[in-house]
């Protein structure tokens, strides 16, 4: 079992595969040009490997598959069946804005990933075009349905902002209802990356618009998961994941790392170590080292509540969210 400097258990590992993306978010990525990591620095799958093994032998039991985009990154589906055969037993879901979904589900689903999470910001293609910059909407609900399809279990995002999508927030909870999968409203978190200006909803906002319609019950919050449950009378259940209110630190129960190698203990924290060499060398336990020392350095609270910190330098699309 790995724990950190403050005792608390880690046993969830999310897995930043490419920082590259094929949408530009507002929310998320600059829309101004802006250079990638060159392919030469990225970790191979082989090595990511390496270490996924080493954490899982160490007490890692959950596996996130994130980005940028994951699905950009060719063989995604040899990655998955590479820690699936290793570990069967582990919870390996992967995030994904679902535009190339359609195409590579069934290959996912075989490789042994088991559950999905879509972003889903809009059911208008000119909303869901002005928040990801591009003609995005059929592809996405084309990759809801076939995710379904194939039986993986899914989960989708939305995160609302003022002006744009708000008045969308009870049709996708709707939508979601009637295909019988959870969502999970995210409050905007605001980064250097995201467009100037943009506001989201608070997490008592978004209830706000949901209380129109519907009846809410409060459930509370399950295991480590940052997301807070709801309960609408007819027992359909959605998530609010509300950073402006809560820090989720005292029960934070993970580690990042990116598609460079950089384990980050902390979104909001800005240190990190890398396992790029250790691995290329295949020098595990050195890799095993500074896992262990990354964990000793996990700051016990973020910092984003300290003043004047209100905004992270980290991108979402480089740590994986
Ligand atoms: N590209 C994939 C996607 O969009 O699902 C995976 C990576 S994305 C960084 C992971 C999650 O982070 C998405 O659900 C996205 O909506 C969320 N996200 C990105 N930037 C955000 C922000 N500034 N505030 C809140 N959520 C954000
Ligand atoms: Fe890309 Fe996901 Fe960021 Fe949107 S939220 S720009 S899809 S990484």
Redesign the pocket.
């Known amino acids: 079992m790995l724990k950190d400097g403050f005792g608390r258990n880690v046993d969830y590992l999310r897995i930043s595969v490419t920082e590259r993306?094929n949408?530009r978010?507002q929310?998320?990525m600059p829309d101004k040009p802006f250079s990638w990591v060159p392919k030469e620095n990225l970790l191979s799958f082989e090595d990511m490997f390496l270490f996924v093994k080493a954490s899982i032998d160490e007490g890692i039991n959950k596996i996130r598959i994130?980005?940028?985009?994951?699905l950009l990154r060719e063989d995604l589906d040899r990655f998955i069946k590479m820690i699936s055969s290793y570990a069967p037993d582990v919870d390996l879901a992967l995030?994904?804005?679902a535009y190339l979904l359609p195409k590579v589900a069934d290959k996912l689903k075989d490789a042994g990933l088991k559950r999905i999470?879509?972003?889903l910001d809009s059911l208008k293609p000119e909303v869901a075009q002005k928040i990801s910059q591009k003609d995005v909407l059929k592809n996405v609900l084309d990759g809801i349905e076939k995710a379904l399809e194939v039986g993986l279990k899914v989960k989708i995002?939305m995160?609302p902002l003022k002006g744009i999508n708000e008045d969308e927030i009870v049709d996708i909870l709707d939508f979601c209802k009637s295909r019988g999968v959870e969502v999970r409203f995210?409050?905007?978190?605001e980064?250097a990356s995201?467009k100037a200006g943009l506001k989201?909803l608070l997490g008592k906002e978004i209830l706000e618009h949901i209380k129109k319609k519907y009846k809410i019950k409060k459930l509370g919050r399950f295991g480590s998961s940052p997301s807070f449950s709801y309960e609408l009378e007819d027992g359909y259940r959605f998530g609010m994941i509300d950073p402006h209110k809560h820090d989720f630190c005292e029960s934070c129960n993970r580690i990042r790392l990116t598609a460079e190698g950089f384990l980050i203990p902390c979104l909001y924290f800005e240190d990190a170590m890398s396992i790029k060499e250790a691995v290329e060398k295949k020098d595990m336990q050195k890799a095993v080292e500074v896992l262990k020392e990354v964990l000793k350095n996990k700051p016990e609270k973020n910092k984003w509540d300290e003043e004047g910190s209100e905004t992270s330098s980290r991108a979402?699309?480089e740590t994986?969210?």
């Open positions: 993306c949408f978010c929310y998320c994130t980005g940028g985009e994951p995030t994904t804005n999470n879509i972003s995002n995160v995210i409050e905007y978190m980064n995201a989201g979402f699309y994986g969210g």
